[in-house]
């Protein structure tokens, strides 16, 4: 059974860091696409990161060049840096791995596995 497990969050004050991870277990992701969503009180989840089987990252608008997405396939787990961390920033943060090895889209119907997710929040 696939099992996505998120740590990292926290409380932050604006301008911090914080690093989140998701330890995948269950299934090997190696030739999947792993990412990163989150979800504000009161709004949809949205997309925030996304990596490739070959490492390429996408990111939203929002967080390009604050935001890093990195993945470790021998650990099976994703990383999301996350610099200059802003009030807009808070949210509950969830992994997602697709289920389909070799796609990946922005959109949450792609993704089948998810993570029970991790607060961030950031004050201001």
């Known amino acids: 059974q696939v099992q996505l497990v998120e740590s990292g969050g926290g409380l932050v004050q604006a301008g911090g860091s914080l690093r989140l991870s998701c330890a995948a277990s269950g299934r090997t992701f190696s030739t999947y696409a792993m990412g990163w969503f989150r979800q504000a009180p009161g709004k949809d989840r949205e997309f925030v990161a996304a990596i490739t089987w070959i490492r390429d990252g996408y990111y939203t608008d929002s967080v390009k060049g604050r935001f890093t997405i990195s993945r470790d396939n021998a650990k099976n787990t994703v990383y999301l840096q996350m610099n200059n961390l802003k009030p807009e920033d808070t949210a509950v943060y969830y992994c997602?791995?697709?289920?389909?090895?070799?796609?990946?889209?922005?959109?949450?119907?792609?993704?089948?596995?998810w993570g029970q997710g991790t607060q961030v929040t950031v004050s201001s």
């Open positions: 997602a791995v697709p289920g389909r090895a070799t796609t990946w889209s922005t959109q949450t119907y792609t993704y089948t596995y």
